[in-house]
């Protein structure tokens, strides 16, 4: 007959083996993903396609994932002082890099910035894709993409193009503009997004490669004249308006995409974590909605397929900043 000592011996060591059971259990398991706050650090301004679309995918996140997901802008030093602050975080997943066209020309427009892109980061998700149109005031008398070529080489250097600042799409696009087609234009770059329009519209400068959304109104209501979206195929916001290669450039096809970055040596399960969570956004058809609504396509795939992008284009805009003679005012 067991005694109640025995009893209260044998309750005690199977508890204890339970409690030991769990604890190994427990520490067997990763930590939960993620595990605070996801930082979208965006390299531009408020109200710009690329803070936009991480806006509407923090949204998404929060509200399927659960996660706690916010975005914070750091615009300036061509994109260089967002790169910097993520690689200022733990590499742990909950800060992500919002990279674009700009971010992979920066090191070539700053040669002695302190990190490369290629391998400084590792790449998580492309997250957009979208196209820019060439506009013209109306009072330029170019009618078409060739037109404006004639133009521009009858008056080098007497028209200008404008762009948000030094080294956005607007700009790059804008130079390799010059380069495909032999001409010459001085480029003209505001501090302020809306400024550029407004000097565009005034007829300050005379034509700009810019973001469809800003535009579309202006283009439909006359105020400027589209000559060509720098997309393989027509797109359906602008679709009586021609793509550079029916204009007869196919060179100067330009995508302007988004994705995100974490820093290396980030934990490989919480960058598939992160892969999987915005891949399943993306797919939303309120999401996919709207990125229309911007110009934009959802884009996703692996971090592999990122990290391909991301080197074809340094290599891609390293050989416009050289070409095209560009620098950055020491």
Not at 26 to 54: K, N
Not at 103 to 110: D, F, M, Q
Not at 153 to 171: E, I, M, N, W, Y
Not at 219 to 237: D, H, N, Y
């Amino acid at each position: 007959m067991m005694t109640a000592v025995t009893r209260r011996s044998l309750v005690w060591t199977l508890s204890a083996g339970a409690v030991l059971a769990s604890g190994i259990q427990l520490h067997a398991q990763p930590p939960a993903f993620p595990s605070g706050v996801i930082r979208l650090v965006c390299p531009f301004s408020a109200s710009t396609p690329a803070d936009i679309i991480s806006r509407i995918l923090a949204k998404e996140l929060s509200e399927t994932e659960g996660w706690r997901v916010i975005v914070e802008n750091r615009p300036g030093g061509v994109t260089t002082i967002a790169a910097s602050d993520v690689l200022q975080q733990p590499a742990d997943g909950l800060t992500l890099y919002a990279m674009s066209v700009p971010s992979v020309a920066a090191p070539s427009l700053l040669p002695k910035i302190a990190y490369r892109l290629d391998s400084d980061f590792e790449p998580v998700i492309k997250t957009s894709v979208s196209y820019n149109v060439l506009v013209v005031n109306p009072d330029v008398p170019a009618k078409s993409v060739a037109e404006l070529v004639e133009l521009l080489k009858r008056q080098p250097d007497k028209l200008t193009f404008s762009s948000g600042g030094f080294g956005t799409p607007a700009h790059l696009i804008g130079e390799q503009f010059k380069l495909q087609t032999g001409v010459h234009a001085q480029h003209v770059p505001y501090a302020q997004f809306p400024q550029a329009i407004g000097d565009l519209l005034n007829g300050t400068n005379q034509f700009m490669f810019i973001t469809m959304l800003p535009v579309i109104d202006l283009i439909k209501t006359g105020k400027l004249r589209a000559l060509a979206v720098t997309a393989p195929e027509r797109v359906a916001a602008l679709a009586d308006v021609p793509t550079i290669i029916e204009a007869g450039f196919p060179s100067l096809v330009v995508e302007d995409w988004t994705g995100y970055a974490v820093k290396r040596g980030t934990p490989k399960e919480s960058i598939a974590r992160l892969n999987a969570a915005i891949n399943k956004a993306l797919a939303k058809p309120a999401v996919r909605e709207a990125f229309a609504k911007l110009g934009a396509k959802p884009a996703g795939g692996t971090p592999e397929e990122l990290g391909v992008l991301v080197k074809s284009q340094i290599k891609h805009w390293q050989m416009v900043v050289t070409d095209a003679g560009m620098k950055v005012a020491e």
